[in-house]
């Protein structure tokens, strides 16, 4: 294991936690070297504090459990020695984001799933094929903040695969507008309690608390330009209707696209196929063989079907016609794995990016 | 009972015929006269015709098979003497209808929620508060095609729900253009073989073959003027995505809409709540206190809950917002029982409407 | 209203205290006349003290909110005058129940929906039609308490159904052994947080915490004699699984039962259709026409047709079969309504036993 | 890939028949020379025939299909030379079973899941770790009836886990009688038309036609003792209830069994976790690692958590708890694959074992 960057994952004990600790378990470059959660949790065994009065073993990914982060001793957050580590993953809720993000960040990186940094000025939300030129925003932060480390969050996970979709069209045909409703999967709302049962079945919810914002304003910071030292985000107008479906992972949009430049079906749909995304973003560890794949199938894609493709890292979309309301106007239908692309390995294939752009 | 008009139910044992049986158990001016199905049902009792191999009563909606209708002998179509009774509802599958209806309707009214005739020019596609004066095009359509009768097909049941929500926007403020993806329920898609549930659950799926079509046609024409002896469909653009839930009855749908003339969301959720519809529409015996129930919880409306609303015959709209996307652009969610007003019931009321105005 | 007797809801704002809200809404004879909730809650208006942070109106049974309730203020439990109430109804969780029901039964009877009295020695476990002659050993309590009330706990969920269908064949052929293996519903676990979708879509969860033992207690001592001031627990052997199942309302439960004498299939049937259950319990407000239903259907039971089978009070049984390994061993399926019969509505129909007991 | 086994595949197109060619992929000594399914796709390449009218690829299983499988001609019946294969893997319905199979059979052997010879005197069910022994029956059957190869069916999926688990408890203490209640999974039923989602969504189905009668006498069959040619059925009495619910696959038992001798708990767990299951089946290349995995976690076993372990061909136990009412009474859950070890990959470890035993 020599040579691997040493990471600490704080938040371990959470949904968002676990898929960092599975998803790092036999990661090329990069270790769990230290898990961290909170009080209650502070002082046991890894598998100890993810076990409830009831006896139950609430590991919740479907991979098995790591032995090797089973043992560790919790940490509780005053206990972590930033120094320790070369840099830490947070999955925390963006209250405690708040406070213990900036802290680490003194010293190491901080890729974080959390939504509390997102919309500062001198933050960047990186998705590596589509925007890594941001990525330098992290030194302006901390020349700025006269901090060693950063925070770089990831964006939500709704905005991923919208944004991820957009990059493309954006790049041959420019993008105008976008109206997008999501049909996303209850895995992002997380356990605590996360989505009932009784509320979800047999039924649509049509809210999720604050997600429209952050789609609309993330969209466009993402699809922003990088220029002396700060982001300009782009002029295409968004608007999202947000809700929540029976399905345990695997986000779907529905979105209409209004290009500034007109494009058939069959463009579109190349367009998206041949991209390549960011020239550093092609070969990381985490990077999927093709960021978008374009199914001809007329009933795809679904999230059950289609969420795991390429290890959950690749976007699936289908469904692409002509709109004859916008101008230029153009629809489809996307899958995106929230938990996986839109989570935990996102944030892993941002701590790859940076450090292939030598950032950390 | 004396009184009643007599009416016989066409595809009586399939889902969507069962819904006419029930929902005309109690009706105060209608009866279920007879009852025909296919050749395999002919000459059977109907609560026999409905049992199947196995022994299973297929008796699929939720109020109790009415006595008088399981004790029916259903009849072959060929057995069928028009003369016999007043009107025709019909629940056959397209096919069938092209063959069947037009046979029926030399000499009585046909109202049918298959979609066989619905587009053609002397066919009206009626939601009674929403165009009742296209009624009399049923008129036009005697005389065409020399009929004592007439088809009355009521529309697609995504539409419904969309076209009475944008009737007080047209009326109120002008209607230019409208997005909208649905979320539909399971129950659209009838029983043979219907949505298997080894497809839908933990699943979306993108694609309802023909209905995205049916949508944007119907709802202009419903929408449109009736001059001259025809209708002129509505100007307004639309574009739709069609996609299926894990949801037994009441579909969703996210709507975006372009006005013609600037609206608050005060004053769209007002024109909305203060619609009272076609005047002849108001007090049929079918109709709801209200054919439209907005609603401020930010959660609602959602498919289970409220579905039924004032006996499913109500479309409840919530999470009115602006979207700043298309030119007056506001959107809002709507759920609509797609087997209730989408159906027989709103059949129903198309019947209960054409008493009214004397048509038949 | 006059002459109606005073209830006052404790525990008021959970999933079950809101079923007695709705339940008791048009009850001929009791009426709520206060409500009480968690510190959180009180001296708010109860529609108030049901929205939560985010704008939702937590309301979760299907019946509206009535509005006399919606507007009563909540009392937080140092605020009940226990005098100012006829009797109380109890939806509280056991370690709240274990201090404040004693506390209002010095003044009043109690009816609850906890389990925390249900096994003391001086409390019966009322199914108004098993065991009404249980009922006075709620006098035996005031005598061995010195207290004016009483605390009369109703069984587990899903004990309720199990003994209804026992108690026929008790009756006729004497029960041996039963072993039964449960599919509950997931309303059964509340709303705090219940189950989580995540959870249990496209799953079975087979363990429900103390669950198994409260059913082999409760059963025995249901089905139990009483004499000389006590109860004396059935003989029967009980063995049971228990699971939940996506499903939101209504336990299914799988009975293997070993008979004393020998009966067929049709006497088995005939013994629970025609079973009439005490006297007493015959003609009360909230009893339904039959407290069992047979169906032939070899499909049914199925919960979510049969569970509001008579307003959810009556249970219903299917596919009584022999069983060739127990000694005189019958088999069937049934479906008891978990949030009515076993729940808010069975703590109704033991307060009107009591009642026409003359016991309160 | 010379030298591996020339099968082919009967039945192909169904759900079954595509797990076979998924399944065969990457098999060792086994490939997939041929492809046959009903005259509606016979002539067509197998990825076409999959296709249907509205343009959607109805390839169900979640691996993707094999270019090599994808371009085969698919075969009519009346197409198939059986010599030029090694072997045929049979997943047609029990009707065409009845035909196609003992044709083939003729010339070689007929690895089977439909149920048409299961019942047979000179046919055996096996499964390989618990009854490898029965396989020479095999020999005797290709004597009887003058053929040269031979028919071999796998059990229903249902009865799978449960003779697995069964088997130890045989052998360590002796099985009397076994009562089950299964909540099975809805791949069980296939797709034409399968479970509908209709009927099962919030919902348990209490009924499988014809299945309880399947579990029974297979259960008896696979555990009997083969002797002077013949299989002797065990002499343990078994009951079942089969019920359906909202589970995508994994089979879960809810098992209650009478051990001829005494056990404790602990005992049974080590019977099941030490349990090794015939010398000849230990090694093959479908061979799992163990064949029962017992779990401590009193929430496990789950369908979705459990169904894949060991690639599915695995039974997970767990809840193993004494039962006071049978006589040596034990009950455990268990979760078996039913489309893996209960199917098609069960299928193919048949062939492992007979071509181990010499038996082709």
Same mark, same amino acid.
């Given at each position: 294991?020599?040579?691997?960057?040493?990471?600490?994952?704080?938040?371990?004990?959470?949904?968002?936690?676990?898929?960092?600790?599975?998803?790092?378990?036999?990661?090329?470059?990069?270790?769990?070297?230290?898990?961290?959660?909170?009080?209650?949790?502070?002082?046991?065994?890894?598998?100890?504090?993810?076990?409830?009065?009831?006896?139950?073993?609430?590991?919740?990914?479907?991979?098995?459990?790591?032995?090797?982060?089973?043992?560790?001793?919790?940490?509780?957050?005053?206990?972590?020695?930033?120094?320790?580590?070369?840099?830490?993953?947070?999955?925390?809720?963006?209250?405690?984001?708040?406070?213990?993000?900036?802290?680490?960040?003194?010293?190491?990186?901080?890729?974080?799933?959390?939504?509390?940094?997102?919309?500062?000025?001198?933050?960047?939300?990186?998705?590596?094929?589509?925007?890594?030129?941001?990525?330098?925003?992290?030194?302006?932060?901390?020349?700025?903040?006269?901090?060693? #480390?950063?925070?770089?969050?990831?964006?939500?996970?709704?905005?991923?695969?919208?944004?991820?979709?957009?990059?493309?069209?954006?790049?041959?045909?420019?993008?105008?507008?976008?109206?997008?409703?999501?049909?996303?999967?209850?895995? #992002?709302?997380?356990?605590?309690? #996360?989505?009932?049962?009784?509320?979800?079945?047999?039924?649509?919810?049509?809210?999720?608390?604050?997600?429209?914002?952050?789609?609309?304003?993330?969209?466009?910071?993402?699809?922003?330009?990088?220029?002396?030292?700060?982001?300009?985000?782009?002029?295409?107008?968004?608007?999202?209707?947000?809700?929540?479906?029976?399905?345990?992972?695997?986000?779907?949009?529905?979105?209409?696209?209004?290009?500034?430049?007109?494009?058939?079906?069959?463009?579109?749909?190349?367009?998206?196929?041949?991209?390549? #995304?960011?020239?550093?973003?092609?070969?990381?560890?985490?990077?999927?063989?093709?960021?978008?794949?374009?199914?001809?199938?007329?009933?795809?894609?679904?999230?059950?079907?289609?969420?795991?493709?390429?290890?959950?890292?690749?976007?699936?979309?289908?469904?692409?016609?002509?709109?004859?309301?916008?101008?230029?106007?153009?629809?489809?239908?996307?899958?995106?794995?929230?938990?996986?692309?839109?989570?935990?390995?996102?944030?892993?294939?941002?701590?790859?990016?940076?450090?292939?752009?030598?950032?950390?």
């Amino acid at each position: 294991m020599a040579g691997k960057l040493r990471s600490i994952v704080i938040g371990a004990t959470g949904l968002a936690g676990q898929q960092f600790i599975a998803a790092l378990k036999d990661h090329p470059t990069i270790e769990v070297a230290a898990v961290s959660a909170s009080p209650r949790s502070a002082g046991k065994p890894y598998a100890e504090a993810l076990r409830t009065a009831n006896g139950m073993q609430a590991w919740f990914v479907p991979e098995p459990l790591p032995p090797a982060a089973a043992s560790m001793t919790v940490l509780g957050s005053a206990e972590i020695k930033a120094g320790d580590y070369d840099l830490a993953f947070s999955a925390v809720e963006a209250d405690v984001a708040r406070e213990l993000e900036p802290a680490l960040a003194r010293e190491i990186p901080v890729i974080s799933t959390a939504s509390a940094f997102r919309y500062e000025d001198d933050v960047p939300l990186l998705i590596p094929p589509v925007n890594a030129d941001h990525g330098p925003l992290l030194q302006e932060m901390q020349r700025r903040r006269g901090i060693k #480390g950063f925070i770089a969050p990831i964006p939500n996970c709704t905005t991923t695969g919208l944004a991820i979709t957009l990059a493309p069209l954006e790049q041959a045909f420019g993008v105008q507008a976008v109206l997008m409703t999501s049909l996303q999967a209850m895995s #992002g709302a997380g356990r605590s309690p #996360g989505v009932i049962g009784l509320d979800i079945l047999d039924n649509v919810i049509p809210y999720i608390h604050k997600e429209e914002g952050k789609v609309e304003v993330e969209t466009k910071k993402i699809l922003g330009s990088f220029q002396k030292g700060a982001i300009q985000p782009h002029a295409a107008k968004v608007s999202c209707t947000c809700t929540r479906v029976a399905v345990l992972e695997g986000h779907t949009e529905s979105v209409f696209v209004s290009l500034r430049k007109k494009a058939s079906v069959q463009e579109v749909a190349a367009a998206m196929r041949e991209w390549k #995304g960011a020239e550093v973003a092609r070969h990381l560890p985490s990077s999927p063989p093709r960021w978008i794949e374009v199914l001809d199938d007329p009933f795809r894609p679904q999230p059950r079907l289609d969420r795991d493709a390429h290890g959950g890292m690749a976007t699936t979309v289908g469904r692409i016609r002509e709109d004859g309301v916008l101008e230029n106007g153009i629809k489809y239908v996307l899958v995106s794995h929230n938990t996986k692309m839109g989570a935990a390995r996102g944030a892993i294939l941002v701590a790859e990016q940076l450090r292939a752009q030598g950032i950390f």
